[in-house]
C-alpha cells in the first residue's frame, strides 16, 4: 500500500513536472525573443534547452515505463527537442520544399514531425487497441502499436511534405488518410489470418 502511494505521488511529481517545463519551454518560444542569432551558450537559450529536453523526458520516460513501451523516451525526446529547436532557431523555409537552400530545413521539421506524431500517438493507440480487440494476444501487440504509431507520424509528414510542396488540399489528405487505412487493414487481416491458423 504504501509502494503504490509512493509510485502515485510520484507520478503526480513527474507530470507537474513535466508541465512546468513545458510551461516555461512554450513561454521563451512565444516571448522569448529566441532567434537564430544569439550565441549557442546565451543563458536564455541554455534554459530553453534544458526545458524543452526536461519536458520531452518528464512527458515520454513514464508513459514508457508505465506501459512498457521500450524506445518510446528515446523517440520522444528525439523528436520532440528537435521540433522545438527548429522551432526557436531554425530561420523557416520561403521557399518550397525541393529549393535546395530550404531543403535541409524542411528536411529537419518533417523528420521531427514524424517522430513527434509518432510517440505522442503510440499510448493513445496502445489504449484504444486494449479496448478495442477482444483477444489478449491482439490487444497487447506492441509490433501493432509501433506500426500504427508510424503510420500516424507518417500521415502528419506527409501532410507537411504536401504543404512544403504547395499541393495540400482536402482531396489529397482523405486520399493520404485512405491509403494509410487501407495498409492497416491489410496488416490486421494477414495478422488475423496468421492467428486463425
Known amino acids: 500500500m504504501d509502494s503504490l502511494r509512493s509510485q502515485i505521488s510520484l507520478s503526480i511529481l513527474a507530470a507537474v513536472a513535466a508541465g512546468l517545463c513545458w510551461a516555461v519551454a512554450l513561454a521563451l518560444l512565444l516571448f522569448g525573443g529566441l532567434h537564430a542569432g544569439e550565441p549557442h551558450l546565451a543563458p536564455q537559450r541554455l534554459i530553453y534547452y534544458v526545458m524543452a529536453l526536461g519536458a520531452a523526458l518528464l512527458t515520454f520516460a513514464p ?87 508510424y503510420e500516424v507520424g507518417l500521415l502528419i509528414s506527409a501532410l507537411a511534405a504536401l504543404a512544403g510542396l504547395r499541393v495540400l488540399t482536402w482531396v489529397s489528405v482523405l486520399l493520404l488518410a485512405l491509403v494509410l487505412m487501407i495498409a492497416e487493414l491489410l496488416f490486421l487481416a494477414r495478422f488475423q489470418a496468421k492467428t486463425n491458423l
Not at 521531427?112 to 497487447?140: D, H, N, T, W
Request: hydrophobic letters at 45%; a positive charge.
Open 63 to 149: 508513459l514508457e515505463s508505465g506501459l512498457g513501451m521500450p524506445g518510446l523516451a528515446v523517440e520522444g525526446t528525439v523528436g520532440t527537442t528537435l521540433l522545438l529547436y527548429g522551432l526557436a532557431f531554425v530561420p523557416p523555409p520561403t521557399e518550397w520544399l525541393l529549393s535546395l537552400p530550404d531543403m535541409p530545413v524542411y528536411a529537419l521539421l518533417i523528420g521531427a514531425i514524424f517522430l513527434c506524431g509518432a510517440a505522442g500517438s503510440r499510448p493513445f493507440l496502445y489504449v484504444v487497441g486494449q479496448r478495442m480487440f477482444k483477444e489478449r494476444v491482439q490487444a497487447l501487440d506492441q509490433r501493432r502499436v509501433r506500426r500504427q504509431s
